[in-house]
């Protein structure tokens, strides 16, 4: 009965997370709200704590997961690349580890364009330092198998920094436009400075926009989490108060069964009486 119980509870569960995080990403917190209530208003207390202490994703995660709901063929081709890429770096093979790294990074672009088509269509657009983000948490997804099946379960609520998995690897000449190959020496050298000027501006933001992210999260963490005590302290007062009722109803009723009681006792006590 338990175990039954149990399991039910945990269905009711997985299918509130479910609808919470497929909905639309700017009804997520009056939709959380609602879901907690409801499984509140069933008696699965447990359930809708969980449900009201879920986190906010980020607007790119939210994206990410609708992807992989939707799109599950995308995720599992950067699994795919990547595997077969690190398969050909171990096997030291340099035109099979080109190609690998070129196909790893190709599935990676289109998860990041699909992410784009899905905030499009939300009205969003995806800025640069979002894109390489979100490029590092696929990236990171895609050697994670816990993470993996967080976002196969559309689930996912942040975003994940990783280094590039095959940065070490050129794709060679070949991958380059003709204007970019043998360059004089002088400008190969102004060409890097200014490359590792920008990049170095580029960290910076990436980690300055990580920082607020992390930020947000964490605020969203405690909201949730004030959210779920907030309705606990509610429900536990009416709780209470129902309990009180109860308990004046209660006292209401023995108070009347004493005088009642009193009332047939002397009522046999003159029966007794005038028996004699």
């Known amino acids: ?59 790119t995660t939210w994206a990410l997961n609708q992807v992989a709901r939707k799109h599950p063929d995308v995720i599992a081709a950067i699994v795919r690349a990547r595997e077969a890429a690190a398969t050909a770096q171990k096997a030291g093979d340099a035109q099979a580890i080109r190609e690998g790294v070129r196909h790893y990074r190709e599935a990676v672009a289109n998860a990041v364009r699909a992410v784009r088509a899905t905030l499009a269509a939300d009205g969003v657009a995806l800025s640069p330092a979002q894109a390489r983000r979100l490029g590092e948490t696929v990236q990171a997804l895609s050697a994670d198998e816990s993470e993996r099946g967080r976002l196969a379960s559309g689930r996912l609520t942040r975003d994940v920094e990783v280094d590039e998995l095959f940065a070490g690897v050129e794709l060679g000449a070949e ?21 590792e000027g920008a990049r170095a501006r580029e960290v910076e933001r990436l980690r300055a926009e990580r920082e607020r992210q992390e930020r947000e999260h964490a ?18 007062r009416k709780a209470a108060a129902d309990a009180e009722r109860e308990a004046r109803r209660a006292q209401y009723d023995s108070d ?20 004699k």
Request: zero cysteines; glycine letters at 8%.
């Open 175 to 195: 991958a380059r436009p003709p204007k970019e190959r043998g360059p004089a020496r002088g400008d190969q050298a102004s060409r890097t400075s200014e490359a």
């Open 219 to 236: 605020l969203e963490v405690r909201r949730a989490r004030i959210t779920g005590l907030e309705e606990a302290v509610d429900h536990a």
């Open 256 to 275: 009347k069964a004493g005088r009642a009681l009193a009332e047939l006792e002397r009522k046999l006590a003159l029966a007794r009486e005038d028996l």
């Open 1 to 59: 009965m338990g175990a039954n119980a149990k399991t039910e509870s945990d269905g009711a569960l997985d299918a509130a997370l479910d609808e919470l995080y497929a909905a639309p990403f700017d009804s997520f917190v009056s939709l959380r709200g609602e879901l907690s209530k409801r499984l509140r208003g069933s008696g699965d207390t447990s359930a809708a704590r969980q449900v009201a202490q879920a986190a906010k994703p980020t607007r």
